[in-house]
């Protein structure tokens, strides 16, 4: 998971055209440089930092990082079985009150 949460970190940071001095307000470019070569595991909380630095949403990449591989049909699998599983959790919840 590590290897693919950094594939992803370094892929979105570069389709976006950012630098890695750019996350200077949220990060020190060695740290980034780690996480991007799967060094270094982000908390939560920088991957919402990082996230509002690429003007993404943290979902976005962790949900990427699940897929095997980079693509949209990768990506639109993943997001309805997260979809389907939350609306099942949600409406369970529900039930229970």
Not at 21 to 47: C, N
């Amino acid at each position: 998971m590590q290897s693919k949460f950094a594939r992803t970190l370094r892929a979105v940071r570069v389709l976006r055209g950012l630098s890695q001095e750019q996350f200077d307000t949220v990060s020190s470019r060695t740290y980034l440089s780690a996480m991007e070569r799967g060094l270094k595991i982000p908390t939560l909380g920088k991957i919402e930092e990082l996230a509002s630095v690429m003007n993404v949403h943290p979902a976005t990449l962790i949900a990427l990082s699940y897929c095997d591989e980079l693509n949209e049909a990768a990506f639109r699998d993943l997001w309805e079985r997260v979809a389907l599983e939350g609306a099942e959790l949600l409406a369970a919840r529900e039930a229970q009150r």
